[in-house]
T-cell receptor
Framework: QKEVEQDPGPLSVPEGAIVSLNCTYS??????FMWYRQYSRKGPELLMY????GNKEDGRFTAQVDKSSKYISLFIRDSQPSDSATYLC???????????????FGQGTILTVHP | DGGITQSPKYLFRKEGQNVTLSCEQN?????MYWYRQDPGQGLRLIYY???????QKGDIAEGYSVSREKKESFPLTVTSAQKNPTAFYLC?????????????FGNGTRLTVT
């Protein structure tokens, strides 16, 4: 079983839809949670970063972390064609732990927003 | 502009040949990483280096080698011992700060071995 599971999709939605992307994980030591966006033939770029449980909002993007359920989500409101990309969740543990300094990634979800 | 430069963007090699992928950063980051990306498998860590002249194996180091002689450079050699070398290779770096600092990625090298 992978440490981080992410539905690879692909996910296709109309412009303006609300998109929900999710990851589950098994390592309870994970404390730092990130979402990266990757356009085709490019490197991933950091989209959202959260520490421990809770919500974080940045414009049309909201990241949620539920540590009790080992579940994280990324919501995209009013989705745009320019949001079409692969979205990768990533997480890591605290200093001193086995996952210190390293990120563990989900498989990535391919999202297409069509006009 | 500060960033991570990976070269070349596309690389073709015949089976049995070693090949070296370049990664240079001008972000003054201490830590550098190499990931491999395959369809449906996300990113898997090959090697990482927290400081010059030191590096550690990641989850899939077999068939790969690295060096870290300069802070700015972290080249990856894909050896003939790597059974499935065709993949998209991503180099990344970050500031010290362990888990709390995010990774910055280059735009990758797509390696095709035939």
């Amino acid at each position: 079983q992978k440490e981080v599971e992410q539905d690879p999709g692909p996910l296709s939605v109309p412009e303006g839809a609300i998109v929900s992307l999710n990851c589950t994980y098994s390592n309870s030591a994970f404390q730092y949670f990130m979402w990266y966006r990757q356009y085709s033939r490019k490197g991933p770029e950091l989209l959202m970063y959260t520490y421990s449980s809770g919500n974080k909002e940045d414009g049309r993007f909201t990241a949620q972390v539920d540590k009790s359920s080992k579940y994280i989500s990324l919501f995209i409101r009013d989705s745009q064609p320019s949001d079409s990309a692969t979205y990768l969740c990533a997480m890591s543990g605290p200093p001193g732990g086995t996952s210190y300094g390293k990120l563990t990634f989900g498989q990535g979800t391919i999202l297409t927003v069509h006009p | 502009d500060g960033g991570i430069t990976q070269s070349p963007k596309y690389l073709f090699r015949k089976e049995g040949q070693n090949v070296t992928l370049s990664c240079e950063q001008n972000l003054n980051h201490d830590a550098m990483y190499w990931y491999r990306q395959d369809p449906g498998q996300g990113l898997r860590l090959i090697y990482y280096s927290q400081i010059v002249n030191d590096f550690q194996k990641g989850d899939i180091a077999e068939g790969y080698s690295v060096s870290r002689e300069k802070k700015e450079s972290f080249p990856l050699t894909v050896t003939s011992a790597q059974k499935n070398p065709t993949a998209f290779y991503l180099c990344a770096s970050k500031t010290p700060g362990g888990s709390s600092s995010p990774l910055h990625f280059g735009n990758g090298t797509r390696l095709t071995v035939t």
